[in-house]
Every structure is written in structure tokens, then in C-alpha cells.
């Protein structure tokens, strides 16, 4: 009983890594420590330095989200592949390993994002303040739960990803205003805290008082499905993005079914002022629909690279202005902000044009956002960073 | 206005598709739609075939929870790699190829489990009652929530995953009982929702009536850390499992304000009566030594593998009955169930054979459970789904 406290825990390191280290064969699922270096490694400068233990390629590269991607990698005599990519944008990068044209995950790499059926291996690379929001900090978190509420209109039980700001907990008298924040097509309810890093990001932004303390509500915007791949009974299929189209426009009907279930679960200000809808391509579009289908019900509109003018009836741009009514409508007690997002490169920048030519021939404002970039998470990730600070400011 | 429904629907899947597949440099993110074949097929008779597109590579294999693993695989004219395996034990496993030496996840499979820094693909092998447990299915859902609480003993905000069981949030009324569910060494508050399928396990359990609806609550065990990793300020670090230590038993002496978040912030019954803990290997320790510090609270006891005799002096089972005092004291008032489960040939398997001996020798009733396996986790989900039922039977 007499052990030495340092002794004694190396002792019962040594027992407990004998089991998960020695014999790969008992460890207790997927194996242990690596050994092989690490990947990647960022440097102050930007630099980002990748490296694969290959000894049997041929040629492997580095490919995804990086500049000049792919990008050749070098053998050393002892089968190691590495290549120095200097300069990088602080961003948030996925990218993977082409190994004699198999595609591979960054073995030293534990963090990996999925978009639809495809997985990658992600990091980032700090060095500015909106990059900085990307990642944790020592600041007060909110939780994230994953809910389920019935929709009579889908005619099931459907999953969201609720994120209630730290101190929702602590004082039950507070009530919050609440952001829905929807996905794009191929997404699902884990995008935005996933690929959106919306966690981080409202964490950072709330506690450095950016932006109000609110709840954020991620639902499940694709109508044909309940959750996402996996956690149904359609158990572990390939997910291939199909059942995100909503062509009946069943999901934005179903809206009011989420807002409800929200407002009568959390302590939640349940009127216009303190309701905001945003959401990226497909989810623009329902954002787009779905303040104009309840104009009461959001003073705070986002179109980020928003699928405008697109519904059920195909994309309407060139129709008979089959929106002037319904545009009239809402904004007959306009919505304290309408802030339309895209990058120049997106495809769906010309649709995005065509629609602020309708606003601008009803007279309607709204604040226009134009960045570099296309149809991409580094440009919804930031458009979010943009758009939070402008919410909630009514009262 | 006039668009044939079908036709619209056609026309605006193919101007998204257009962004998603047509051109993979403007897609989202990672990229989308796979073309190479699926992976892994399994059929009804236990067989399940993997294949992998690997035209360049002169060896590839696939390996993991696999029997006989590692199986080499056989490449066809096109330079598709596979192999058929017959007869698999219905289970969940996970698995990785091996080409030419380079670990890679299987690039035609979504799912992946991390177990420390390691990252596998996996599969479930469906066809009895059990492992028909670890899957979705059209059951009522409980919600899942990463939620952050202080620990003034542990000097800061930790995060722990609740499990709130299908109904919690409809009925205001009822109350419920908690088991608290403890991670192994390398874990984390996530282990036993991923690798676990704990949440699985429990919609499934309970919507067959054979557990009672209860509140589960899965903290991070770690004293070390504050959360999994990549969830804290220290970033997107390799984890290496070794933050798992808690040579001076701190987090046992941390756990009553687990406790008593969970009874102050959910409709938790309150008493022994109403308790459960149950961990693996570490968290089979820590279950041991926090019934025993705590006799007062919990009234069913799971020790799954155990690190049982096990603490920052290292392994006592060699010392003078050190426990023998501590044990009497909680068996005093005994628990209802005091649950002790292991493999045969797990490397824990003589410690607890010892642990056994002093219960015996102290004359404390226990339910003992020797199954096949080892210190690996199908032992501890089966585990799990036999300890759930005899939960909360006293009232």
C-alpha cells in the first residue's frame, strides 16, 4: 500500500497499455497508438506538411480542398511520402490521399467530416479571427442534443440537432430568440454542426459577445427521410443525396410543425422579432419559401447561395413573376433583415441575380452580400460568421 | 407554370446534380456520388463479400474484427480487389483495408467508428434478437444531448452525453431512474453512444418493454480532459488515450456532482432506489469504486470488465484485503444487484477471479456472468443488453 504515487501509475499504465498496445489482436476495437508520425503539420507560416507511410506506391498525392490540389507527394528511402504546401489561407480543409488511385484517409488523422457518401480528413489552419471561431476555445459551451419530434405532415418521427446556449441551463427563467438553420441537398441535420462547425462557432461568437444568445434549430430538411444515414430503420446504405429533394414542397408545409414543437419545448421568445430562418443552397431555397409562405412568423431572413425561385414547379426565374404576390405579402411588414449571400463562382449565381431583380423591381430591400468563391462550405461557414452578429437587434 | 410535376422534378434534380457530380471541383465539400460498387454486401446466409478499386496494388486485404483477419483479397481483370466470407456471427464489426501496407477505410462505406486515434469502417452483420439490438428501427427515439456541466472538483466545464429516453419530453410529468454508463481507458463520453450503440440498444430495449425508460447518462470519465477530443481548446489533437489515467481517483470524487446535475437539471428519481452505474475495464473500476465510496447510491451495480482492485496504488489485489472495510461497509446495505461480467480470455479475467474470491470470502452475494471473448467490445454491447433488464426492479 506503500507504492510510490509516479511508480504506481506507470504500473498501471504498463497493465492497462499491455492490452491495448502489445497485443493488437485483444485491443479493444479498432487498435491503438500510431506510430508513423504525424499528418498533417501545420506552421505559423501557413504551411501545411502531409505525410504517408507508402513503402509499395508508386504515386500518391495529397487532393480535396487544397490549393493546386492534387498535389504530388515525395518517397523517402524509407517509403515515408510527404509534401510541404506552403502558404495556406487560415480555412478549415478537407482533403485525402490518392495512393496509386485508391482514396485514402489520412491514417494519422482521427478527424474526418462526411458529405454525403464521401469521407475526408479535415483541419485547420488557424491564423485569423474568423478562422479562430472555428475551433474550441475555453469559453462557455452550449449543449447539442438531437431530438425527435413527430411531423403529421411527413408522417413521422423526424431527428434535429438543437443547440441551446451556455446558461440555458443554469437560469430557468431566461427566455432565448431562436435561429433555424437549414442544410443544403445531400445534407442533413449533422450538416451544419459538422461541416458548418456551427457549434464552434456559435460558442465563440455568443461568448465574445458577437452575437445574442439564442437556440439554433438544425432540423432534417430533406421531406423523404427522418434522419440521417444511419439513424433509421433504413439502417447503413450507401447515402447517395436523392432523398433530398422536397419537390412537393412538403417540408416548408411541414415548418410550422418544427416551430411549434420548439416553441412549446423551449424556453424560447415564441414571436416574429425573435425568430430567424437561414439556410445554404437547398436550405436557402426553404428559407427563401418558407418566410415567404409564413410572413408572420421570421424577422430575420439568410439566403446563403440560396437555390432562389426553385420549388416543386422547377426553377421559375424566366416565368410570369410567379413570386410578386407572395413577396408583396411578406414584405408588407417587412422582415427586419433580408440578407442574400453568394459567391461569384457559384452556379447558382445567376438564379441568385435574376431574384434581386425581382426585389428590385417590387421595391423590396434587402442587404446583398457578394464574396469570392462558389457553392461551398468555406463561404456558408463564413456567411454564418457574417450573419450572426445582425440578428436579434430589434428590441 | 404549366411544368409536368415529374419533369420539373427531373429538371431540378439535374441542375443540382449538375453542381454535386458533373464537376467535382465546385462541389460541396468532399465530393459525391460513388461509382465503384458497394462494400461490404452481406447476404442472408452471414456471408459478407468486400471490394475495393485498387487497379496499381500488388497486395490488399481486409482486416480487423474479421475472422481470420487478415483476409487477402483477389484482384479481377479491372483491378477490383475482393474477397466473400462466409458465415459471420451475427455482429457489429469493424474492419479496414490493408493495401500494399497502407491502412485505408473501406472509400465505398459511410460509416466509421474511432476507437482512441484509430479510425475504422464498419458494418452490422444482422440475424438474431441481439444484434438485431444495435440497429434502428421504427421505435419510438430518445433524444441525445452533449451537455457541458461544471466540475469544481476537476477544476472545469465537462461535457457528458444524456440519453432521455422516447416520451421524456411529451409527458412533463413522469420521473424517471438513471444509469450512469462509464467509458473505458481511451474512451470518452462518446464511446458508448458509437462503438457501444448504446442509444440503439436502449430505443430497442425499451420499446420491447424488456428495460424501464430511463435517463442515461455517459460522462467522460477522463479527469484529464475536459471532453472527447477536438471538443476543447486543445484542438484537433492525436489522441493517444493516455489522458484516460486517474491515478488520484478524482473522478470518483468527482462523481456526486454528476449526480447531482443530472438530479437537478432532468425529472430524475432521486434515490438509490432509482441508480444504476455500470462501466467498462476504467469504467468497470470506476463503477466499483464509486458504488463503494457512494454506498448510499446506487442500488444496481455493472462491472464489465473491470479494472475492479485497481486504483492509484496501483493493483491491490496482492494486499492486505485493503477492501474489505469499504466492502462491508456498502454491502451493509447491499444493492439490489451487484452485476460482475467478463470474458474468458480477457486479460482482466485474474484479477476479477481474485476480486470474486474477496467477495466470497466476505460473504457478498454478487451475479456473476462468465462469457466467451475477450476485452473488446462486443462483449461489453452484449453486456450491456443483458444488465439493462434487471435495472429499476425493486419498486
Redesign the interface.
Same mark, same amino acid.
Given at each position: 500500500?506503500k507504492?510510490h %504515487?509516479l511508480s504506481? *501509475?506507470a504500473?498501471?499504465?504498463t497493465? #492497462?497499455s499491455?492490452? #491495448?498496445c502489445g497485443n493488437p489482436a485483444?485491443? @479493444?476495437?479498432? #487498435?491503438?497508438?500510431?506510430t508513423m508520425g504525424?499528418s498533417p503539420v501545420t506552421g505559423d507560416d501557413g504551411s501545411a506538411t502531409f505525410g *504517408?507511410?507508402?513503402?509499395?506506391?508508386?504515386?500518391v498525392s495529397v487532393t480535396? @480542398?487544397i490549393p493546386g490540389s492534387p498535389v504530388e507527394m515525395s518517397r523517402d528511402a524509407n517509403?515515408w511520402w510527404s509534401v510541404k504546401i506552403d502558404s495556406l489561407k487560415p480555412e478549415l480543409y478537407?482533403y485525402?490521399f490518392d495512393?496509386?488511385? *485508391?482514396?485514402?484517409?489520412d491514417?494519422?488523422?482521427?478527424? *474526418? $467530416?462526411?458529405? %454525403?457518401?464521401?469521407?475526408?480528413s479535415?483541419? %485547420?489552419m488557424p491564423g485569423n479571427r474568423q478562422t479562430d471561431l472555428y475551433?474550441?476555445?475555453?469559453v462557455?459551451?452550449?449543449? $447539442?442534443?438531437? $431530438? =425527435?419530434y413527430h411531423s403529421p405532415t411527413l408522417a413521422k /418521427?423526424r431527428?434535429m440537432t438543437v443547440y441551446t446556449p451556455?446558461g440555458y441551463?443554469a437560469d430557468e427563467s431566461t427566455r432565448y430568440p431562436v435561429l433555424y438553420l437549414l442544410h443544403?441537398?445531400?445534407?442533413d441535420e449533422n450538416a451544419w454542426s459538422e461541416?458548418g462547425r456551427a457549434v464552434q462557432i456559435l460558442d465563440n461568437t455568443i461568448a465574445a459577445g458577437m452575437a445574442e444568445p439564442m437556440i439554433v434549430v438544425m432540423p432534417n430538411g430533406n421531406a423523404g427521410e427522418a434522419a440521417a444515414?444511419?439513424?433509421?430503420?433504413e439502417?447503413?446504405y450507401?447515402?447517395?443525396? @436523392?432523398r433530398s429533394?422536397s419537390?412537393e414542397g412538403l417540408f416548408e408545409s411541414s415548418f410550422p410543425e418544427i416551430v411549434a414543437y420548439v416553441d412549446s419545448?423551449y424556453r424560447t421568445k415564441a414571436d416574429k422579432a425573435n425568430r430567424a430562418i437561414a439556410g445554404l443552397?437547398?436550405g436557402g431555397g426553404h428559407s427563401w419559401r418558407i418566410s415567404m409562405q409564413y410572413p408572420d412568423m421570421f424577422d430575420y431572413v439568410g439566403l446563403f447561395s440560396a437555390?432562389v425561385m =426553385?420549388n416543386?414547379?422547377? $426553377?421559375?426565374g424566366q416565368?410570369?413573376n410567379?413570386y410578386d404576390q407572395a413577396l408583396t405579402r411578406q414584405f408588407a411588414t417587412a422582415p427586419q433583415l433580408y440578407w442574400i449571400a453568394i459567391g461569384k /463562382?457559384d452556379?447558382l449565381y445567376a438564379l441568385n441575380a435574376s431574384y434581386r431583380e425581382t426585389l428590385d423591381r417590387l421595391g423590396i430591400s434587402y442587404t446583398y452580400v457578394e464574396t469570392d468563391g462558389?457553392?461551398? =462550405?468555406r463561404n456558408w461557414r463564413s456567411y454564418l460568421v457574417r450573419f450572426l452578429p445582425q440578428l436579434f437587434k430589434k428590441e
Amino acid at each position: 500500500m506503500k507504492h510510490h %504515487i509516479l511508480s504506481a *501509475v506507470a504500473t498501471t499504465a504498463t497493465i #492497462l497499455s499491455m492490452c #491495448l498496445c502489445g497485443n493488437p489482436a485483444s485491443a @479493444q476495437e479498432a #487498435l491503438g497508438y500510431r506510430t508513423m508520425g504525424n499528418s498533417p503539420v501545420t506552421g505559423d507560416d501557413g504551411s501545411a506538411t502531409f505525410g *504517408v507511410y507508402a513503402p509499395n506506391a508508386g504515386r500518391v498525392s495529397v487532393t480535396g @480542398q487544397i490549393p493546386g490540389s492534387p498535389v504530388e507527394m515525395s518517397r523517402d528511402a524509407n517509403g515515408w511520402w510527404s509534401v510541404k504546401i506552403d502558404s495556406l489561407k487560415p480555412e478549415l480543409y478537407s482533403y485525402w490521399f490518392d495512393i496509386d488511385g *485508391v482514396r485514402t484517409l489520412d491514417p494519422a488523422n482521427a478527424y *474526418v $467530416v462526411r458529405d %454525403i457518401a464521401s469521407l475526408a480528413s479535415m483541419f %485547420i489552419m488557424p491564423g485569423n479571427r474568423q478562422t479562430d471561431l472555428y475551433s474550441a476555445h475555453e469559453v462557455p459551451h452550449g449543449n $447539442v442534443a438531437k $431530438v =425527435w419530434y413527430h411531423s403529421p405532415t411527413l408522417a413521422k /418521427d423526424r431527428r434535429m440537432t438543437v443547440y441551446t446556449p451556455a446558461g440555458y441551463d443554469a437560469d430557468e427563467s431566461t427566455r432565448y430568440p431562436v435561429l433555424y438553420l437549414l442544410h443544403g441537398m445531400g445534407g442533413d441535420e449533422n450538416a451544419w454542426s459538422e461541416l458548418g462547425r456551427a457549434v464552434q462557432i456559435l460558442d465563440n461568437t455568443i461568448a465574445a459577445g458577437m452575437a445574442e444568445p439564442m437556440i439554433v434549430v438544425m432540423p432534417n430538411g430533406n421531406a423523404g427521410e427522418a434522419a440521417a444515414p444511419g439513424e433509421t430503420a433504413e439502417g447503413l446504405y450507401t447515402p447517395d443525396g @436523392q432523398r433530398s429533394l422536397s419537390p412537393e414542397g412538403l417540408f416548408e408545409s411541414s415548418f410550422p410543425e418544427i416551430v411549434a414543437y420548439v416553441d412549446s419545448h423551449y424556453r424560447t421568445k415564441a414571436d416574429k422579432a425573435n425568430r430567424a430562418i437561414a439556410g445554404l443552397s437547398m436550405g436557402g431555397g426553404h428559407s427563401w419559401r418558407i418566410s415567404m409562405q409564413y410572413p408572420d412568423m421570421f424577422d430575420y431572413v439568410g439566403l446563403f447561395s440560396a437555390a432562389v425561385m =426553385w420549388n416543386g414547379g422547377g $426553377v421559375d426565374g424566366q416565368n410570369a413573376n410567379p413570386y410578386d404576390q407572395a413577396l408583396t405579402r411578406q414584405f408588407a411588414t417587412a422582415p427586419q433583415l433580408y440578407w442574400i449571400a453568394i459567391g461569384k /463562382d457559384d452556379f447558382l449565381y445567376a438564379l441568385n441575380a435574376s431574384y434581386r431583380e425581382t426585389l428590385d423591381r417590387l421595391g423590396i430591400s434587402y442587404t446583398y452580400v457578394e464574396t469570392d468563391g462558389g457553392h461551398e =462550405w468555406r463561404n456558408w461557414r463564413s456567411y454564418l460568421v457574417r450573419f450572426l452578429p445582425q440578428l436579434f437587434k430589434k428590441e
